[in-house]
Each structure stands twice: as C-alpha cells, then as structure tokens.
C-alpha cells in the first residue's frame, strides 16, 4: 500500500501512517450536543475502542444509542468533543478540516444503509470518484474501479446507472467504492438494512470474503444478529458506553 495521496495532492509524510500501529484506537471518546433549550444531549461517555488488523468488530445497540455517531468520530466525518482517535498511528486531534479529509480518503472506507451512489454517474464512475478525489490518474483510478467491480461481482454491470441495478448490486458498488483508496479499516453503517435477506447474505459473504483477502479491518453497525455472529467480537452500545457482549 503506498504512503501517498496521489498526484495532485499535498503529500503524506512517511512516518505518518505506521503499519505496526492498530489500524483504528479510540480513547475516551466523548461526544456532546447542545439542544435549543440549551440542555446538553451527551451520546458518547468515555467509548474505548481497539480494532486489531484483518478484526471484525460489530457494534450492536438500540435505536438512537449513538452507534452511528460513534463511527462519524472515529472514520474523522465528526469531531468528538473530548477524546483521541488514531488511524493507523495517525491522530486525529488537531487536524483541520482539510487535512481530516485527506486522512479520510486514503485510511477509511465507507459503507451506509443507503448506498448514496450518484444517481447519473455509471458504476465505474461512482467507484473511480473517492480515486480521482484522491489525485489519481484517470486511468488508473478506471482500471482500480474495473478490478474492484469486477471483484465484488459486477463485471457485466459497469455501465449500469444505480437506477439501473437491483438494491444488493447499488450496495456491492458501494463496497467497491468503499475500497478503491485501499483503506485500512471498513466502517459500515447497516450496510445490509436496506435489503431484503437473500441480498443481505450475499453482501455480508462478500464483506468477510474481502476481509480475508485484503487483510481489512472492520466496524460493523448492525441490528442484523446473522451479520454480528459473524465478527470476531460484539461490543454493545448502552447509555454512551462501548461494552463487550
């Protein structure tokens, strides 16, 4: 995995991203919201979190217990309001809005419940973007998209707009997108609670099957129990803390 951002982009030192460091470790992450009524709404309580390279680690909880907050903080889409976040030895504290951007593209990849694909963009295109983002050539970042679609399945669907793919193969480029910047760890949000269960199985074979081929670390926030039973661990989220299931 290379240590750039690519051309165009304000290079990465070397000595940032460490390959010895966990891809993801949290500590003491708080996160606070401040109501109308000027009452503040505390989510996360002092959340601990280590994920080991190649780990699965599903996150379980109810509704609103912050689960998908938790993994805004950690993958640098959010600011916690106290507390440390390292990505691979790199931390998070500190950084402007740019830099967490970049940091984003190139460590962490995202999977949502909702695939949010760009409605007139094709398949290829939707997964060369975070690629081009990135500074890539074109070409490159064609050829990176070809072989990840071509991985997740979708080989004959390239020129395909999302309106033009079923619900599980929208969520497949998805992945695709996902892992085009080659990030150390996956957060996926419900990345199966919009399909149906025959969808959901081929997308949750697909996610462990990647894991084992690309040494992928992986949050998963699911209410899915088939999905959880498949991690290496289920940490649960009650009243803002992260507890061992």
Do not use: C
């Amino acid at each position: 995995m290379s240590d750039g951002v690519g051309h165009g982009a304000p290079a990465r030192r070397q000595e940032d991203v460490s390959a010895d460091e966990p891809p993801l470790e949290a500590r003491e992450l708080r996160r606070s919201y401040t109501l109308g009524d000027g009452s503040e709404l505390h989510v996360l309580q002092g959340v601990n979190l280590r994920v080991s390279k190649a780990e699965a680690v599903a996150v379980v909880g109810s509704s609103g217990s912050g689960k998908s907050t938790l993994l805004h903080v950690v993958g640098a889409l959010d600011r916690p309001t106290s507390g440390e976040t390292r990505l691979a030895g790199v931390t998070l504290a500190g950084r402007g809005s740019a830099e967490l951007a970049r940091i984003r593209n190139r460590l962490v990849g995202f999977v949502f419940q909702f695939h949010h694909l760009l409605r007139e963009f094709s398949a290829l295109e939707n997964v060369m973007l975070p690629r081009l983002i990135r500074g890539s050539d074109p070409l490159e970042a064609e050829n990176r998209a070809h072989e990840l679609l071509v991985a997740v399945g979708l080989g004959e669907r390239l020129d395909h707009k999302p309106w033009q793919l079923s619900g599980g193969e929208q969520q497949r480029v998805a992945v695709a997108r996902a892992l085009v910047n080659e990030p150390m760890i996956l957060l996926a949000d419900e990345p199966s609670g919009n399909l149906d269960a025959r969808a959901s199985e081929a997308l949750h074979d697909l996610l462990f099957r990647l894991r084992e081929e690309r040494e992928l670390s992986m949050i998963l926030v699911t209410h899915n129990p088939e999905l959880a039973a498949r991690a290496d661990r289920i940490l649960r989220l009650e009243e803002g803390v992260l507890a061992e299931r």
